[in-house]
C-alpha cells in the first residue's frame, strides 16, 4: 500500500513570513495529491490538491508543487496570517493515506 | 448539501458496552469511508464501501468492530465489547468517485471508560 512521510511535525513562523510542509509518497501509481486543514476540534477540510498531470497550482495565498519524478509534493502559505495555525495533512492512493501531520502556529 | 452527516458527536460509555457510530453520506456519492484518528496514529483507514459493497477492512483493528452499508445514504460502525483504548475521534468520510476529493463528517468523539 501507499506510504506516506510528511514534514515537519510542528512548524512556527512570524504572521507575514512563508510556510512549506513537505511530503513524501511511495507508489508510483498514485495520481491525487489533497492537503487538509484541520483546526482544533473540527474536521479535516479540503484546501487545495492537485493532479498527476499538472506540476504546480495556486489559489490565492496556497500553492502546491509535485514531483512524480522523485515523488514529493508540498504546500506552501504565503503572507500567513493568525487564522492559517492549524493542523495540516497530506494524502495520496488511491484510497488515500494521510501524512501524520503539521501543526502550524503563527505568531502575531 | 447538508454534507456528511454523523451522529453521535460525543459518546461516553462504559468497558464493555456496545457503540453504534452513524454516518450518512453525500447524496451521490459512491465511496464512504470509516477514519479514526488518535493523537498516537494519526488518521487511519479502518474501512472502505463502493456502492454499498466493503472493499478493504484490512484497517479494522479486531473482530470487536464491524460495519454495514445497508443501503446508499447510511452506514454504521459498531464497536462490540468497547474498551478503553477505543477511545479516539472516528471521522467518516464520502467521495463522489474515484478521481474526486472526500469530505469528512465533523466526527464522533467516543470516550470508553
Known amino acids: 500500500g501507499e506510504n506516506v512521510e510528511q514534514h515537519p511535525s510542528t512548524l512556527s513562523v512570524q504572521e507575514g513570513d512563508s510556510a512549506v510542509i513537505k511530503c513524501t509518497y511511495s507508489?508510483?501509481?498514485?495520481?491525487?495529491f489533497p492537503w487538509y486543514k484541520q483546526e482544533l476540534g473540527k474536521r479535516p477540510q479540503l484546501i487545495i490538491d492537485?493532479?498527476?498531470?499538472?506540476g504546480e497550482k495556486k489559489d490565492q495565498r496556497i500553492a502546491v508543487t509535485l514531483n512524480k519524478t522523485a515523488k514529493h509534493f508540498s504546500l506552501h502559505i504565503t503572507e500567513t496570517q493568525p487564522e492559517d495555525s492549524a493542523v495540516y495533512f497530506c494524502?495520496?492512493?488511491?484510497?488515500?493515506?494521510f501524512g501524520s501531520g503539521t501543526q502550524l502556529t503563527v505568531l502575531p | 448539501d447538508a454534507g456528511v452527516i454523523q451522529s453521535p458527536r460525543h459518546e461516553v460509555t462504559e468497558m464493555g458496552q456496545e457503540v453504534t457510530l452513524r454516518c450518512k453520506p453525500i447524496?451521490?456519492?459512491?465511496?464512504l469511508f470509516w477514519y479514526r484518528q488518535t493523537m498516537m496514529r494519526g488518521l487511519e483507514l479502518l474501512i472502505y464501501?463502493?456502492?454499498?459493497?466493503?472493499?478493504?477492512d484490512s484497517g479494522m483493528p479486531e473482530d470487536r468492530f464491524s460495519a454495514k452499508m445497508p443501503n446508499a445514504s447510511f452506514s454504521t460502525l459498531k464497536i462490540q465489547p468497547s474498551e478503553p483504548r477505543d477511545s479516539a475521534v472516528y471521522f467518516c468520510?464520502?467521495?463522489?468517485?474515484?478521481?474526486?476529493?472526500?469530505?469528512f463528517g465533523s466526527g464522533t468523539r467516543l470516550t470508553v471508560v
Open positions: 494524502a495520496a492512493g488511491r484510497q488515500l493515506t
Open positions: 492537485i493532479r498527476s498531470n499538472v
Open positions: 468520510a464520502s467521495r463522489r468517485d474515484i478521481r474526486g476529493g472526500y469530505t
Open positions: 447524496s451521490g456519492h459512491d465511496y
Open positions: 464501501f463502493n456502492n454499498n459493497v466493503p472493499i478493504d
Open positions: 507508489d508510483s501509481a498514485s495520481n491525487y
